[in-house]
């Protein structure tokens, strides 16, 4: 009989980041693994689709990051079948996991201590901290796993520094790029479908003869809203006629950015097209081709899709040298920090730029055979087609026992 493996994530019809990945993975484990693994998925913020072939539980999370309907979800999959939960989530998210006696008595503590099941976890890492580690809070977390894998060398690097495991231990694998969807395209043909299929306007901004830029990024204080906003000053000082397409989800929040009034105080208010609305995999491979260039401005990536996306179309993509973006965008595409400072509750290791050096490396990338080849420029081994037998092998390799240096097993 086959194993229940539950994939805990944002729902997979929501239009994030990791319900991305956790879409990604589900149709493949379901596709190829069918006889190893029947797969669900569970989280928050999307709705049930009949596409996919395999149930989806739709879940809120409390405030605390537990989900109480978890043990619900679990019996109405599994029944008394013993399996795993694949965690795709942020560690610090999940104390109550690693360690279910902080809990009150209830269902959900039952079913934590049952053993009923083996956790996995696939864990994006953006920062380190002070000694290049995490918090021995987060080590507390991330050893309780029986499984704990890396999106990239960065993050396997800072897990294996943090638990005091030997260098190399913790694996890392990427979710890949399907370039069946992202591929070099026509910009001209781009901009004519993006302005047909999304904005219906402006079509002044993405003329021929305009350095057309792209940010692809959530409005939260990590997405650096500020430097793309000034790079793009930078390049007006330089003469340069820039025009801006800002995919975000949000224009103003409180504890971010205002989008609006940074657009307007670098002089980028009629320069700028803003969406916020839900474009499909179509209108985004318009949005990446329309642009010669897309700007990475995360102070810390766990992989980042906009930066692999943007390559696997042929657009240069300018990112900080630092965290997991920088293990694959290019090394002549990256710029390296000036500063670093330390960030928030787990005082992480955030990268501060100079913007002239941005405006330099995209000038630099906007250059014929330099950057703008027609050819993809994303490391092939990034594609899904790639790196799916991977995946593959490690999600096997849990069926027949590989664990964690401290965790048991439950299956």
């Keep these: 009989m086959n194993i229940p493996l539950l994939i805990v994530s944002d729902s997979i019809t929501a239009p994030t980041g990791l319900a991305r990945i956790a879409r990604e993975l589900a149709v493949r484990i379901h596709a190829n693994l069918s006889e190893t693994f029947e797969v669900a998925t569970c989280g928050q913020g999307g709705t049930y689709s009949r596409q996919f ?4 539980y739709p879940v809120m999370v409390a405030p605390n990051w537990t989900i109480p309907q978890l043990p619900y979800v679990w019996r109405d999959f599994a029944g008394d079948r013993k399996g795993v939960i ?4 942020n560690q610090s998210w999940l104390p109550w996991m690693a360690n279910p006696d902080s809990l009150p008595d209830g269902d959900l503590k039952s079913f934590l201590n049952s053993g009923q099941f083996e956790t996995w976890l696939y864990c ?3 920062a380190e901290g002070p000694m290049g580690k995490l918090p021995a809070s987060q080590a507390e977390i991330l050893t309780k796993f029986n499984r704990v894998l890396a999106y990239t060398k960065f993050g396997a690097d800072v897990i294996d520094r943090t638990c005091g495991w030997e260098q190399g231990c913790t694996e890392y694998l990427p979710h890949g790029t399907d370039d069946a969807t992202f591929h070099p395209r026509s910009r001209k043909e781009a901009r004519a479908c993006f302005l047909e299929k999304v904005v ?8 021929d003869d305009v350095l057309l830029l792209g940010i692809c990024a959530t409005n939260t204080p990590r997405k650096n809203w500020h430097l793309g906003f000034e790079v793009c000053a930078e390049l007006l000082r330089k003469g340069k006629n820039v025009g801006l397409l800002a995919h975000t989800d949000a224009f103003q929040k409180s504890q971010s ?8 105080s670098f002089g980028m208010k009629q320069r700028t097209i803003f969406t916020n609305s839900h474009l499909d995999d179509d209108q985004m491979t318009c949005w990446y081709a329309a642009c010669y260039c897309t700007l990475g401005i995360g102070d810390g990536e766990g992989f980042g899709y906009p930066l692999s996306e943007s390559l696997a179309m042929g657009i240069p993509v300018i990112h900080g040298n630092y965290a997991g973006g920088a293990d694959f965008v290019p090394k002549k595409f990256l710029v390296d920090p000036v500063a670093y400072r330390g960030e928030g509750y787990y005082c992480n290791r955030r990268p501060v730029f100079n913007p002239k050096d941005w405006a330099d490396r995209v000038q630099q990338a906007c250059v014929p055979g330099y950057g703008t080849t027609g ?11 790639n790196c799916w037998p991977a ?4 999600l096997e390799r849990g069926v027949h026992g590989e664990r964690n240096h401290s965790a048991s097993s439950a299956l």
């Design 53 to 56: 072939g395999f149930t989806q």
């Design 86 to 89: 694949l965690f795709i989530w």
């Design 124 to 126: 994006p890492i953006d």
């Design 200 to 207: 219906q306007k402006g079509q002044g901004l993405i003329s």
């Design 257 to 264: 950015w205002d989008l609006l009034t940074l657009a307007d």
């Design 375 to 385: 050819k993809s420029l994303l490391n092939p081994k990034y594609l899904w087609k």
């Design 391 to 394: 995946w593959a092998e490690w």
